[in-house]
């Protein structure tokens, strides 16, 4: 992949494909910084944009959140880049992430939720004492992306009482510390 990347590059400095295929293939070899180069070099490229988000993302880097919002000004209708951002900012801003992930849900309204980035975010809301608002992130997230008969059969296996899989879910979620 190094070489095919190269000679291409060499061809066409410009083709993104290449420049992406060789930035993956440096960051698969250890070369994180080579790769950071290649993709900041590709300047506001929306791909490599993202691949520079994705890079420093895995790196916990603190210029993730802002590479990431500098894709959302390149690309304002990639759900993607919300998604991210809501998740970055969980820990510090909360009110930011929820805007964050309203925009995303609102982009991605046909597919499954991040399970993952919405739970984090209910956590942080119970946490924040906003309880209400997690069990309805919570609750939202079951009615959009139900687990199906398999879940509700298992819940009755948990629980004495007869409750929608949704109710105990969420009562787990807020019982647990």
């Known amino acids: 992949m190094l070489f095919r990347s190269r000679l291409v590059l060499t061809k066409d400095p410009a083709f993104t494909p290449a420049l992406l295929g060789l930035g993956r293939a440096l960051e698969g070899t250890g070369k994180g910084a080579d790769a950071e ?66 925009r995303y849900r609102r982009l991605a309204r046909d597919e499954e939720p991040d399970g993952p980035t919405l739970l984090a975010l209910g956590a942080a809301l119970k946490e924040a004492g906003r309880v209400g608002e997690a069990e309805a992130l919570w609750r939202s997230y079951l009615e959009e992306a139900p687990e199906g008969a398999v879940a509700g059969e298992r819940s009755e296996e948990h629980t004495s009482e007869l409750q929608s899989h949704s109710d105990l879910v969420c009562r787990l979620l807020l019982e647990k510390k």
């Not at 994705?54 to 919002?69: D, I, N, V």
């Open 37 to 102: 180069a290649l993709y900041r070099s590709a300047g506001a490229d929306a791909d490599a944009v993202e691949a520079l988000a994705r890079l420093y993302t895995r790196q916990g880097s603190p210029e993730a959140l802002r590479t990431w919002l500098r894709l959302e000004a390149l690309n304002p209708g990639y759900a993607a880049s919300y998604r991210e951002e809501a998740r970055l900012l969980v820990p510090d801003d909360l009110d930011g992430a929820l805007a964050a992930w309203t």
